[in-house]
């Protein structure tokens, strides 16, 4: 079982900045993909970003060029680095982890964080 805890929300400012950080625990190790997700009120769940078994990081077309993810020497907690932030950034932050195996054949995390609220305003 794999534990995930996220923090580093807040409310800035149009342009401003903000890293988030996810804590996993538990049966964590290199076998497993993580992603960042977000969901604002009333909209679907968005995936940021994702980190591959490769250690390769993806990123949506939305964040592409402003948010960074990194992951610390561990490889257990990683970062969501997010730049020149803007009013359509605003929502809760997730994320979610599985084994690479499991990922790559459902498309699914089955483990996830009870998220962080990110609120950026014009």
């Known amino acids: 079982q794999v534990q995930l805890r996220e923090s580093g929300g807040g409310s800035v400012q149009s342009g401003g900045s903000l890293r988030l950080s996810c804590q996993a625990s538990?049966?964590?190790?290199?076998?497993?993909?993580m992603g960042w997700f977000r969901q604002a009120p009333g909209q679907e769940r968005e995936e940021v970003t994702h980190i591959d078994g490769h250690g390769a990081a993806n990123y949506s077309a939305s964040v592409k060029g402003r948010f960074t993810l990194s992951q610390d020497n561990a490889e257990t907690t990683f970062y969501l680095q997010m730049n020149d932030l803007k009013p359509e950034d605003t929502a809760m932050y997730y994320c979610a982890a599985d084994l690479c195996f499991t990922y790559v054949l459902t498309g699914e995390y089955n483990n996830w964080g009870q998220g962080t609220q990110v609120t950026v305003s014009s």
């Open positions: 538990g049966y964590f190790g290199n076998m497993h993909c």
